[in-house]
C-alpha cells in the first residue's frame, strides 16, 4: 500500500519514504509507527498501544518510544518542535495531524452522486392479496439501484416513512436531499402485468422518464420489467451516455431471479421482517420457506432470506425453539444462497455473519468483503458488515461502514448507533455514548435496553438504570443467567465488557 502524507510518499510494502525526489528506507519501528497512525485515522493512539502494535508488547522504554517517533518523524520531514505531521497528545499518545491521500484513486464523494428515492409501487389491480408484488417490486429496484456505483439509493425504511408521512417531491429534496424520486404503479390480471414508472425532479417537478411496461403474468417478466426500469433510471441520472454499468444490471437481474409467485412473495414477505422485526411474522416465514426452497431450491434469495431468519433466533432469541441448535442450520442455508448465485450480495452478508458468530473469523472476512465488492452502495450490506467489524474491534471500519449505511438509509433501525456507542464508552465519554445509543430508541430490543441499563449506571443515574433494568428483565427474562454467552461475541472488546458488567451490577443485575 502507497500512501502520500504531506510532501512525503510512504511505501508500506518495500518499507521506503520517497520526499523531494529522495527515497529513503524506513526502519521497522519507523513502519510500524506510520502504519498505526495512518490506521488510526486522525484518532489519538496511545503509548501503550504503539507498544502494543509495533513491538508485540514486549517491554520498551520510554526512552525507545521517544527515539522511534523522532525517527519516524524524520522520515517523513518533520521535527518534534513542528510537530506539522506527528503531533504529541501530552499524557495520551500521538495523532496524524495531517490528511493521509491514499494512491488509489478516490471514489466520489456521496453527496456529489445522483441522489435517488424509490417510493413503494402502488397497486392497482382489483385483487388486493397481489400488494405482495408491489413491495417485492420496489425492494428489487433499490436493490437493483444500488448496484450502480454512480447513484446514490436511499433505503426502503426511508422510502416507507417518506410515503407514510406524504411527503412531496419538494420536501423530499429538502429533508432527505433526494434530487430524483421513483414511483410507479402495479396492474396484475391472470395474464398480463402492466407496469407504469415514472422519475420525477425533486427539486424541479420535471418529470424525467415516464414508462409503462406491458408483459405475460409470470415472474420472469416481473424480473425483466424490475431490471430495465433499474437500467432506465440509472442510465438517465448517473451521466450523459448512462453508466457503463451493463454487467452491474446484469447481476441485478441474475440476483432477482425468482422461479415462483410463492417465493417471490416469501422474500418480500422477509424483507418486511427485516424491516420491523415482527416475531409472529419471522414465525409463519421460518416454517414457510423449507418447502418452498426445496420447490425452488435455486433462489439465492430464498436462501440467504432463510438464513437471516434462522440466525436472528440464533443471536437475538427470536422464536428461539428448545433444543435447537440455529446457527448450523443457517449457516447451511447461507451456504446454500451463495452456491446459488455467487453474486448475490445479501447472500454474501448472511454468509458473512453466519461465519462470525461461528468464530470464523478469515471466513467472515472472504464473504464480507465480497458483499462490499458486490453491492457497496446498500444499506443493509453496509450496516450488517459494519455491526460485524464493530465485534472484532475494527472499530474505525465499523464507523465508517455505518456512517455510510445512515447517510444512504435517513431513517434506519438504532443498532447502526452501537459502534459509536462503543467508541465513547471506551473513551470513558458515557454521556456521549447514552446521548448516541438513545438517538434512534428500540424499544423491544433486549440488547438496547441493557446499553441504557450500562450507561445511565456509568453516569451515575442508578435509579433511572434500575428502571431499565425492570425493562430489561421483562423484554428478556433470560438476560443475567446467559449474559456470558451473549457476550462472546465481544472477545476483541474486553475492556467494554468489563465496563458493561460493572455498571449492570451496580444497577442491580444479578450477574455471576
Known amino acids: 500500500m502507497k500512501i502520500r502524507i504531506a510532501d512525503a510518499e510512504i511505501d508500506f510494502a518495500s518499507m521506503t519514504v520517497r520526499e523531494n525526489g529522495a527515497t529513503k528506507k524506513l526502519t521497522r519501528q519507523s513502519l510500524g509507527i506510520l502504519r498505526a497512525l495512518v490506521d488510526a485515522n486522525g484518532d489519538v493512539v496511545s ?7 509495533v513491538w508485540d508488547g514486549r517491554i520498551v522504554t520510554d526512552a525507545t518510544l521517544s527515539t522511534a517517533i523522532k525517527e519516524a518523524r524524520r522520515a517523513v520531514g518533520d521535527t518534534g518542535s513542528a510537530q506539522r505531521i506527528i503531533e504529541t497528545v501530552h499524557g495520551v499518545g500521538f495523532r496524524l495531524a495531517s490528511e493521509v491521500q491514499r494512491n488509489h484513486a478516490p471514489a466520489t464523494p456521496a453527496s456529489a452522486l445522483p441522489c435517488v428515492l424509490v417510493l413503494p409501487f402502488r397497486n ?6 397481489v400488494q405482495y408484488v408491489c413491495e417485492g417490486l420496489t425492494d428489487e429496484i433499490i436493490m437493483g439501484l444500488s448496484c450502480f456505483r454512480d447513484l446514490k439509493v436511499l433505503s426502503r425504511m426511508t422510502s416507507d416513512v417518506v410515503q407514510a408521512a406524504r411527503l412531496d417531491p419538494g420536501d423530499i429534496y429538502k429533508k432527505y436531499g433526494a434530487a430524483f424520486v421513483v414511483e410507479g404503479s402495479v396492474r396484475i390480471t391472470e395474464t398480463r402485468i402492466r407496469v407504469s414508472v415514472q422519475l420525477t425532479s425533486a427539486d424541479t417537478g420535471a418529470v424525467v422518464v415516464a414508462e409503462q411496461f406491458d408483459r405475460e403474468a409470470n415472474v420472469n417478466s416481473l424480473c425483466d420489467v424490475q431490471d430495465q426500469i433499474s437500467q432506465i433510471c440509472a442510465g438517465r441520472l448517473a451521466g450523459p451516455h448512462g453508466p457503463v454499468a451493463q454487467v452491474a444490471a446484469q447481476t441485478a437481474r441474475d440476483q432477482m431471479q425468482h422461479e415462483s409467485w410463492d417465493m417471490f412473495r416469501l422474500v418480500s414477505e422477509f424483507r418486511r421482517f427485516y424491516r420491523t422485526y415482527d416475531p409472529q411474522l419471522h414465525l409463519e416465514l421460518r416454517a414457510a420457506f423449507p418447502s418452498a426452497l426445496k420447490r425452488d431450491p435455486k433462489s439465492a434469495n430464498g436462501w440467504a432470506a432463510y438464513a437471516v431468519l434462522l440466525l436472528e433466533e440464533h443471536r437475538y432469541h427470536v422464536n428461539e425453539r428448545p433444543g435447537v441448535d440455529a446457527l448450523p442450520l443457517a449457516t447451511m442455508a447461507a451456504e446454500k444462497a451463495v452456491q446459488a448465485d455467487g453474486r448475490n450480495a445479501f447472500g454474501q452478508v ?4 453466519c461465519r462470525l458468530f461461528a468464530l470464523d473469523i478469515a471466513g467472515f472476512d472472504q464473504a464480507a468483503e465480497t458483499a462490499l465488492a458486490l453491492n457497496p452502495g446498500n444499506s443493509d450490506v453496509l450496516s450488517e458488515v459494519g455491526h460485524c467489524y464493530a465485534f472484532l474491534g475494527r472499530e474505525d471500519d465499523a464507523i465508517r461502514l455505518l456512517d455510510q449505511a445512515m447517510e444512504i438509509s435517513p431513517e434506519h433501525p438504532g443498532w447502526y448507533h452501537f459502534a459509536k456507542t462503543w467508541r465513547y464508552a471506551r473513551l470513558e465519554m458515557f454521556e456521549a455514548a447514552l446521548l ?10 433486549y440488547w438496547y435496553h441493557a ?12 435509579d433511572k438504570a434500575k428502571t431499565e433494568v425492570t425493562v430489561l428483565r421483562s423484554v428478556f427474562p433470560g438476560f443475567e443467567e446467559r449474559v ?3 457476550l462472546q461475541m465481544w472477545e476483541a472488546n474486553q475492556d467494554l465488557v468489563q465496563s458493561a458488567l460493572t455498571h449492570w451490577r451496580a444497577a442491580g443485575l444479578v450477574i455471576v
Open 47 to 53: 503509548k501503550d498501544q504503539l507498544i502494543d502494535k
Open 124 to 129: 392497482i389491480s382489483r385483487d388486493p392479496d
Open 350 to 353: 448472511a454468509l458473512a455473519m
Open 436 to 445: 448516541e445509543v438513545q438517538k434512534v430508541p428500540m424499544p423491544g430490543f
Open 451 to 462: 446499553h441504557v441499563v450500562w450507561l445511565q449506571s456509568a453516569v451515575g443515574r442508578v
Open 484 to 486: 456470558h454467552e451473549e
